[in-house]
């Protein structure tokens, strides 16, 4: 990190090429992010809805207007986030990206990544942030999986991190579409037995279930409604001090 402040933002689940996705609530925190002079991004993943017509989610009446083709959405995430590209800590890739490359051996994710020249996180990637002071940050960020239908569930999922990796100062999931920030206490031994907090969060999402006119998988399975926004982790000296925020646009 070139300063010792840093405001970390997690932003994924957008979903662009459906009816349901929240473009402009997304470019209004791309905006977010560029005009913070001390903003650090890391994409979360499922930025493109990337179903297809052999795929059994396909609907052919939810393709968004403003997208011909999975490919259009793909062109147009690649030109607003290339914006972004010098304050990117890099894509992951979502289950929707996932199943694209399994119909198409293409990762289209990888090839932005690689024309950006930003780091391609896969599936899921350790994060390890040095500052000038000389103060270090690790963390553990992936899209995620499961989680089921109830809060609790997706809690769970997210908790099971802290028997895995005890030594990590924060954790990310997206998939989800929840939108929550936990500190976890975890224990751990050196000469003596101490407690220290992992802040774990859960990313959000810009996607909506009930939108009028359109018939999405949210509304099919009679989800709950859920918030548009995401979270960031404020960094002060090269430490977390107060934890996860979240933003909700609406």
């Known amino acids: 990190m070139k300063q010792n402040d840093a405001n970390l933002y997690f932003r994924g689940d957008v979903h662009l090429g459906c009816k349901q996705s929240d473009v402009d609530a997304w470019k209004l925190t791309n905006q977010l992010v560029q005009n913070d002079p001390i903003g650090f991004d890391f994409g979360m993943g499922d930025y493109v809805d990337s179903i297809v017509a052999k795929d059994k989610r396909y609907d052919p009446f939810n393709r968004d207007d403003n997208f011909e083709s999975v490919d259009d959405a793909f062109i147009y995430f690649e030109e607003q986030y290339a914006k972004l590209r010098n304050k990117s800590g890099g894509l992951l890739i979502g ?125 099919r399975g009679l989800y709950d409604p859920l918030p548009v926004g995401f979270v960031w982790l404020g960094v002060r000296d090269g430490e977390i001090k107060t934890g996860f925020n979240y933003k909700i646009l609406h």
């Open 95 to 219: 289950n929707h990206e996932w199943q694209l490359i399994q119909y198409s051996e293409m990762n289209e994710i990888r090839k932005i990544c690689y024309r950006l020249k930003i780091p391609y996180l896969s599936f899921a990637s350790f994060i390890r942030l040095e500052f000038p002071n000389g103060n270090e940050l690790t963390g553990f960020i992936a899209h995620g999986s499961g989680g089921g239908r109830k809060i609790g569930g997706k809690i769970n999922r997210l908790d099971e991190v802290k028997g895995k990796l005890t030594h990590v100062d924060f954790v990310v999931y997206g998939h989800t579409h929840e939108l929550f920030a936990r500190p976890v206490p975890v224990l751990t031994f050196n000469t003596d037995i101490e407690s220290r907090i992992i802040h774990m969060a859960s990313s959000g999402s810009f996607l909506r279930n009930y939108v009028e006119d359109t018939i999405g998988y949210g509304e």
